[in-house]
């Protein structure tokens, strides 16, 4: 595994938001409409060496699988994640630790899609023994998750981090096809969360335009993946 900074923040105490391909890709859809939005600019990448390297092209922009970016108004580290990283989750939870740490981070922010009845309003969190975020969440009118099963980077990090504070926000989605409003609803609460300023109209339009852009990523990501699975598979045949 290795993590290359082209740059680094300036400023200590950076927050950061990192969002995996998951259910309902609502942790890539946020992270990705985050990293327009918020006009950020990319720092580094998180390289790991058993997956398989695969760049993909959008806008005749090169899109990295695993890329860090950075904004410095509001001080937001984001991960952005397009591939898949089943099988490899303690990697990335390293991975995601050795930057709060290189960074001097305050907080980490993990952004999941759970199965539920889909109403963007409801976002769910869930703290590890930290009073103060718990009732500065609960004012955003943000709901504690009483009852589930977490998997994945955000089950890593629920594990392992234990130093900086680790806020996991949940946003129901009734399936696996991307859901650009369950997303919608994570930055509404992201934004009350941490005064982001967002103007919520142009906001779901455009978290719809991610949609496509998100599924279109991922299913060329996939078959690039396939791929080179076949291939491997006919060299070895």
Known sequence: MEIRFDKKPKKKGVTIIEGFPGFGLVGSITTEFLIEHLKTEKIGQVFISDVAPIAAIHDEKLIEPMAIHYNEKYNIVIIHVITNVTGFEWKMTEAIRKIEHELTAKEIIS???VSGRQNQENVFFFTKNNDIRKKKLEKCKIYPLKEGIIMGVTAGLLLKVDKVPLTCLFA???????????????????DRYLGLEVDYEPL?????RFEASIKDLMTKSQEAENQNN????????
Do not use: C, F, R
């Open 111 to 113: 952004i999941e899609g």
């Open 172 to 190: 129901e989605t009734h399936s696996n096809i991307p859901d650009s409003k369950a997303a919608a609803g994570v930055i509404k609460a992201l």
């Open 204 to 208: 779901i339009k455009s978290a719809e």
């Open 230 to 237: 076949q291939k491997k598979l006919n060299y070895v045949g």
